[in-house]
């Protein structure tokens, strides 16, 4: 991941041995169910008040931007 993504003016980026790609992984045909199914349990966890089981920033308090 590039923070922020896409990366902008990063030292890596121009050097000639250095080959940077986008994080695809979850697009591969074997992930995409899992990824997507994912991506659904956490929105119902958050709909229904719950802590999602994947997230980001674990220091985020999610309860509090739900309210």
Known sequence: ?????????????DHPDVVLTPH??????RAMKPT???AARGVADVLAGRPPTAV???DRN?????A
Do not use: I
């Open 1 to 13: 991941m590039f923070e922020p993504e896409p990366a902008l003016c990063h030292p890596l980026s």
């Open 24 to 29: 695809l992984r979850g697009m591969m045909q």
């Open 36 to 38: 997507f199914v994912d």
């Open 56 to 58: 980001a920033d674990p």
């Open 62 to 66: 999610h309860r509090k931007a739900m």
